[in-house]
């Protein structure tokens, strides 16, 4: 979706778990973020996280929308300056 919407290549990097804490710690990423966010990254890669909730609608007051509409609202956020 974000290569149709922005017409350019985006590609997903199959991240190397060990490679990626290192990564993260070097850019100064506290430990427990590091592992909060390899944490959720494990538990959609393993599809525990599939499951669908009203949390978007009962905070913002609105219903959720596709990510293809949040990609192309947004488009301009996405673009390299």
Known sequence: MLTDELRRPI???DP???AYWRRMRRRGMP???VG???G???A???GLASGLTDDVERITG???IPFRRFVHD???AWLRR
Do not use: E, Q
């Open 40 to 42: 959720i990254y494990t």
């Open 62 to 64: 609105r219903p959720p």
């Open 74 to 76: 947004t488009r301009d």
């Open 44 to 46: 959609a890669r393993f």
């Open 11 to 13: 590609r997903y990097a």
């Open 36 to 38: 909060v966010t390899l």
């Open 16 to 18: 190397n778990l060990v």
């Open 31 to 33: 430990r427990a973020m």
